[in-house]
């Protein structure tokens, strides 16, 4: 059965540096997610992406974050400037339609 | 605002016991409602999801939901746990209208006892 992967799937770094985080969406699905999960709290969602463009984004998703298809098959996130804050489970997902997103296993990042 | 919730944030069951977990949503429109499970270091995995129907949708492993649009509630349930079913359960709403954005509630972590 196909699946969503995600690389690394932890990443340290320091505050003020750039992270990239990497996913595959399943082949042939059409909307792609970012959401993410700081330790104890709820799964939120951060940006939808559809046709090579930000479809929804949520107010966490400031101008430090940015998404890139840069390919057929990976779809990134991107911050630039990472905060103590933006430590997180950071999960990508995909679907074939607006409806059932398909869930990858997750980037742990942790901002020293 | 839009919101999930779930009342149990974490249970505690012996095998063969029967699980029932809560989930409320705040909106009276239409939905596309979700459980998610995540087992112990993997990733969310869909259980079951309700769009339009029959109000009763059976997912894998033998669990089910039931959606009560008086109640706005999309509660799981499963007759007998087993040891295996120890995960944490996300109930997720997916509101009408032209978002795709899933909105989650905090997550209930079970633990099965054998």
């Known amino acids: 059965e196909p699946e969503v992967t995600q690389t690394p799937s932890h990443q340290v770094t320091q505050m003020g540096q750039e992270v990239i985080l990497r996913c595959v969406p399943i082949s042939n699905h059409l909307y792609f997610y970012w959401y993410r999960q700081i330790l104890g709290q709820k799964v939120e969602f951060l940006v939808s992406f559809y046709n090579n463009e930000i479809s929804e984004k949520s107010e966490i998703f400031d101008d430090q974050f940015s998404v890139e298809r840069p390919d057929g098959s990976n779809f990134t996130l991107k911050i630039r400037s990472t905060k103590l804050e933006d430590s997180a489970m950071y999960f990508c997902a995909s679907s074939s339609s607006k409806e059932t997103q398909y869930f990858g296993p997750g980037t742990r990042l942790l901002v020293l | 605002a839009q919101s999930v919730s779930q009342h149990n944030h974490h249970v505690i069951l012996s095998e063969a016991a029967s699980l029932e977990l809560g989930c409320n949503y705040s909106y009276g429109g239409t939905v596309n409602l979700f459980w998610y499970v995540q087992y112990p270091g993997q990733h969310l995995q869909l259980l079951l999801k309700?769009?339009?129907?029959?109000?009763l949708v059976k997912g894998i492993k033998g669990f089910e939901a039931e959606f009560i649009k008086s109640k706005f509630s999309f509660n799981l349930r499963k007759p007998s746990v087993q040891w295996s079913d120890t995960a944490e359960y996300f109930c997720a709403v997916l509101f009408g209208g032209a978002t795709n954005k899933l909105i989650f509630g905090t997550g209930t972590l079970l633990a099965v006892q054998p």
């Open positions: 309700y769009f339009s129907g029959d109000p």
